[in-house]
């Protein structure tokens, strides 16, 4: 089933944003099939108002495509612009213009974008047209965001411990009565265990999906309107409907849960996906709801086929630190967006875009990213946002590229982790500290070091590991901001170990790492 169904007048205009792809949205509230009708768009400035990966595109025009013919096979009545309609005005604001004019809807309703930007956009749409938005709270969360600014009112600080215990003890998830399953709350102790490549290959990789028909001409269609965006779309086997995403979660329980834990933080060259569980953009588009996530995982640990060290970890990553980000997103903004709290001011090097580098925890991480638009949380945070973070990149900057590049990236989700979290560009609301370390880290947790031309051990001199001496630098010239910090203070005290002519090195060799790295970019 294709395209739209025919224009009239409709009492409500509901809009489905490309990532509110749930049926069970409140946006559907009420909804009557003979007098309101449903508002998707495909629009240009979306998709290239920054470089967008072309599995990233394909994963968001698929998912739609297949969400309207869903609606349509329900009986809904769907109006559907794709981005090679001639009559496609290229942007949500002239789009739910020229639809309002089309069908007069008494109201516009949408679900809570996942964007500030675009709910900005949407409520002028709205204004220029005299037509009133109701936005509604989304339902697809655990903590609604008058629920999440209540807690944070009452407290000086934001941690997530202490939110993830609360939305455990509210929502009775791995809880014994009033205590956590198992004695403990938190088992990121059990969690960080290296593994060796001869082990990796043996884990059955995530539930792949062949492109449909629906698929296959979105995958040309980006092919052909955006061939300078990175990547391609001949790797793409992403789930793209609620069915497909319920058996990618199947497939994570029996498979790679078990071990998930215990090798959560570990990096393989070669591998991208070890046990993780590739089910975030399934997640972020709403084609998943957590709660199923959560529930299939407790009830593996309850079962006895997936250990408690394993089914914690994963479980804070979603009851605990995905509602979190979400509500410091909504509760910071717009504000958050301009934080920058070490004033870095450097552009994104072009090599984050290509992994031409010889840095090679860079180049397979980013080579890995431009083949499956994937990278786990440590590759993320402790590889890619390391780098950027040790060198000094402007933190939006960094958000923006992570947009760019990742399938699973939104607006909600990728500001808070990145600028806030990998950055410390918000100087302490996300993180308690900055993720600040030396080459030694990537060492110890993969195998990325053994076939590298630097030493991760050597910070100053040839074949010196650029993290290494940028992590020393970065103390050095970050010690007014974070020199108080108590989780940082050993780090301080090996620096202050250092002789100032070491000192001096160190800062020079980093200076001429800058300069290198920035003196090409991608934009």
Known sequence: MAGTTPTRKARNLVIVLGDQLNRDSAAFDDFDRDADAVLMMEVEHEATYIPQHKLRLTLFFSAMRHFRDALMEEGLRVHYSTLEDDNNRGSFAEEVKRWVNKTRPEQLIVGQPGEFRVQETLEQAARDTDCELVIREDRHF????????????????????????????????????????GGRWNYDQDNREKLAARDAGDIKAPRSFKPDDI????????????????????????????????????????????????????????EPYLYHSRLSSAMNLHLLDPRDVVNAAVKACEDGSAPINSVEGFVRQILGWREFIRGVYWLKMPGYQRMNAFGADLPMPAFMWTGETEMNCVHNSVRQLIEHGYAHHIQRLMVLGLYALLLGVDPYEVHRWHLSMYVDAVDWVSLPNVLGMSQYGDGGVVGTKPYAASGNYIHRMSDYCGDCCYDPKRATGEGACPFTTLYWDFLSRNRQKIGRNRRMSLQFKNLDRKDKQERRAIREQAAGLKQAATSKTYL
């Open 142 to 181: 655990y903590c609604d965001l008058e629920s999440f600014r209540e807690h944070a009112g009452k407290r000086k600080t934001l941690l997530l411990e202490t939110f993830y215990r609360e939305m455990r003890r509210r929502n009775a998830v791995l809880m014994d009565d009033d205590g956590p399953v």
């Open 215 to 270: 698929t296959r001409e979105v995958m040309a269609m980006v092919e052909r309107r955006f061939p300078h965006s990175p990547g391609d779309t001949g790797s793409f086997d992403y789930p793209v409907t609620a069915t497909q995403a319920g058996a990618a979660l199947r497939d994570f329980i029996k498979h790679r849960l078990p071990r998930f834990g215990t090798y959560q933080d570990a990096m393989v060259t070669g």
